[in-house]
């Protein structure tokens, strides 16, 4: 759903009173001895052991012209040696002057992440915001992340909302680039950029299959093939494959989705290999949710209803496809440098018939609820193009690295939406509860949007060897916007350019540990309007980051700390509404905080993450803003290898963040006290080939509201389990 003018749209209040936690230095001093004093006798304790491990690891060998990095589904791990999500240019966690977080293969597969937002929600610093049932929305360091990519391709979402249930089995792992990164994104956004690494074919023979049963009778199986197609070994392909039906603890919700994905790869010489794929996926959401419940009665008083209430009707549904062809070109010139293309193909559609219930209800009659149905169709169509080089030159007798390349992008959304008769029926809270609202005919009014967005981009980034310890990493991106068209009666004709600068610079203290210091410019078009129908001005503003980072066991194990600064200018928010159109103003914000972050092998069978993160968010008067977004978070998740029973692995996430708010009006305010979400699982290995697995979420059985976003929430999953049998040859 991309109508921004919908109803249930929030209006963001700026009178809470400023959070100002006096411990921040304090924490961040801590950290640096931390990171400097016991990590490192901690290092040199095992460090003849992982010597050894490391001496007895098998050669990796990369093929020509093939920017891959290794595949985490080979290492096992919960961290990677080298990321070029930052920069384009493979670097070390340590060696990149910004925070980046890798959700790997194992931890997907331990955990049973099987949607983006349970990878994300389980990520150091980023918050899942589920406003509906197939409607998020995702904030780091107090904004929304609005940069996704693919493959490190891609352009920002437009409206800042994942449609769907995007699932995981085509990825070998996600990173977040937490912080602006308008380097290498068309734009800089000062929360993060996360970046969807693709699954690639294998020229050994491999095949794995699942299934599995979970609560509220939801089934899943999903099937994985690779390997080469000819004798020579010149071309593989690469297939993946996954459906997975139920219902839901939601009253009346029923999702399910398909998955495909191919891949096929030919190495046309030695130096240049070419690459085609496509993935599909359609979700069918029976059931859902537009909008969600009220949160509060006219007394003032908090509603309190079961877990599973939704205001859906008997007839919503919310359905949606997102289909994405690549073709990439790689060709290496020499061992220094390289040059990659990509073009990329995208459509998202989305079908809906949808019952959204607004209005306060009061407490003692119930009454005091009205309807609003719609029918909704969007279609959204994306071409991109990314071409860029990579490689090294010498200067002053040093060897540094160098990117540069272009990029550009046409995007066309055209969406209409039909709303039903009976808009503004009286509802009670049992029918409004209950689905029992009666179809309507959808012929009542008609609005809708048509437009282009057109970016053009050029990038350029050197890393500079000033010495054998220090680096200085210095680049710049210049961004032309242009927009045209029509959104729900507004003129959305719009341009914009700016050139974005960017220095990072990494000093060596050790050999295992790093300081790092990073600067950028945020510049992102907005397509909102304000209350005259005038399109607001781009988001400008700076972004800071300080901080120190440690590898350990020939880096598989990372460690980092960071502080960070943002200051943003003009970012949009609801400020009400012109009927039922929404209107938008800008404000200032600036949030700073503390990150940690621990990810890989901590000891021999023990591998895990932990990330904590502390901010406030003001305004230019000081005063907290953004409160639906906790100001404290740890994400923390480990599996151990037990080795007593080799074939048996057991693990344990928690996700805890703290109290969000969200103010209803001037004397109203909903809060959501701080909560934990504990998880389990476990596997053990029959043989090489098969193994059986069981997880067990929110094991505390917590009640707690999914996000205060809006003005509306809904209530996440009680407790729930799964068990699965794997098969892999």
Not at 607 to 635: A, C, E, F, H, W
Request: hydrophobic share 35%; aromatic share 10%.
């Amino acid at each position: 759903m991309t109508n921004t003018n919908a109803p249930h749209a929030p209006t963001l209040d700026l009178s809470r009173p400023a959070l100002r936690p006096p411990t921040l230095r304090a924490m961040s001093a801590a950290v640096a001895l931390a990171l400097s004093a016991g990590t490192s006798q901690f290092a040199l304790a095992q460090q003849a052991a992982a010597a050894g491990a490391d001496a007895a690891l098998p050669e990796v060998v990369v093929t020509a012209g093939n920017d891959q990095q290794t595949p985490t589904e080979k290492t096992g791990s919960y961290t990677v040696r080298k990321s070029n999500s930052a920069t384009k240019m493979d670097m070390s966690l340590r060696e990149t002057p910004q925070s980046v977080s890798v959700v790997t293969r194992a931890k997907m597969d331990d955990f049973k992440l099987d949607n983006i937002n349970e990878v994300l929600a389980g990520t150091t610093g980023v918050t899942v915001e589920k406003v509906e049932t197939d409607r998020t929305y995702y904030t780091a360091r107090g904004f929304d992340i609005t940069n996704f990519q693919f493959d490190g391709v891609g352009i920002p979402m437009v409206f800042g909302n994942q449609n769907g249930d995007l699932d995981t089995a085509l990825y070998d792992r996600i990173e977040v680039v937490r912080g602006a990164n308008g380097l290498m994104s068309s734009t800089g956004n000062p929360s993060a950029t996360v970046n969807f690494l693709r699954k690639r074919p294998t020229y050994d023979f491999q095949a794995a299959a699942g299934v599995s049963y979970a609560s509220w009778n939801t089934r899943r199986i999903d099937a994985d093939v690779s390997g080469a197609l000819n004798s020579e070994g010149t071309v593989a392909a690469r297939v993946v494959v996954a459906h997975q039906d139920g219902d839901s603890y939601l009253d009346r919700y029923q999702p399910s989705k398909n998955v495909f994905y191919g891949v096929i790869e030919a190495n046309l010489s030695n130096d240049t290999l070419l690459t085609l794929g496509y993935s599909y996926q359609k979700n069918d959401g029976k059931g859902a949710m537009w909008g969600a419940l009220p949160l509060y009665y006219s007394n003032g008083a908090p509603t309190n209803y079961g877990v599973g209430a939704s205001t859906s009707a008997d007839w919503s549904f919310w359905n949606s496809e997102d289909q994405r062809a690549f073709v990439e070109l790689n060709h290496r010139f020499n061992d220094d440098w390289q040059w990659k293309t990509t073009l990329a193909r995208n459509a998202q559609i989305n079908d809906s018939k949808l019952f959204y219930v607004y209005g306060t209800p009061d407490q003692a009659t119930g009454t005091g609820l009205f309807s609003y149905p719609s029918q909704y169709h969007s279609d959204n169509k994306q071409t991109l193009l990314d071409s860029y080089v990579t490689g090294k030159y010498s200067l002053g007798g040093r060897r540094h690295d160098l990117t540069f390349g272009a990029s550009w992008s046409r995007s066309t959304l055209d969406d209409v939406s039909h709303y039903g008769q009976g808009i503004g029926t009286p509802l009670t809270e049992t029918t409004a509860l209950d689905g029992s609202y009666p179809e309507p005919d959808f012929n009542a009014s008609t609005d809708g949007s048509s437009y282009v967005s057109k970016r053009k981009t050029l990038y350029a980034a050197t890393r500079l060897n000033l010495a054998h310890d220090l680096k200085l990493l210095l680049g710049a991106n210049y961004t032309d916007a242009k927009t045209t068209g029509v959104a729900y009666g507004v003129s959305q004709d719009t341009s914009a350019s700016k050139t974005t600068p960017y220095a990072g610079l990494v000093y060596d203290l050790n050999k295992n540990l790093s300081a790092y210091a990073s600067y950028t410019q945020i510049f992102n078009p907005q397509n909102q309007t304000d209350i005259n129908g005038a399109t607001l001005k781009p988001v400008e503003g700076k972004s800071y980051e300080l901080g120190l980072k440690s590898e350990f066991f020939n880096r598989r194990l990372n460690a980092s700390a960071a502080l960070f600064r943002v200051d943003q200018n003009n970012s949009a928010e609801q400020a009400g509404y012109v009927g039922a159109k929404a209107y938008y103003r800008g404000i200032n914000a600036h949030s700073e905080g503390l990150e940690l972050e621990l990810s890989g092998e901590m000891a021999k069978g023990l591998q895990g993450s932990v990330g904590y993160t502390v901010m406030t968010i003001k305004d230019d008067n000081g005063n907290s803003v953004k409160t639906y977004v906790p100001k404290k978070t740890l994400r923390m998740a480990a599996t151990y290898q037990i080795p007593q029973f080799e074939k048996l692995k057991v693990g344990a996430s928690i996700n805890w963040q703290g109290a969000t708010s969200y103010t209803q009006t001037p004397t109203i305010t909903t809060v959501q006290e701080a909560y934990a979400l504990l998880n389990l699982m476990a596997r053990y290995d029959i043989n090489k080939q098969v193994s059986i697995s069981a997880n067990l979420n929110n094991v505390t059985n917590k009640k707690y509201i999914s996000s205060l976003y809006w003005s509306q929430g809904y209530y996440g999953a009680p407790i729930n389990g799964s068990v699965a049998v794997n098969w892999k040859y």
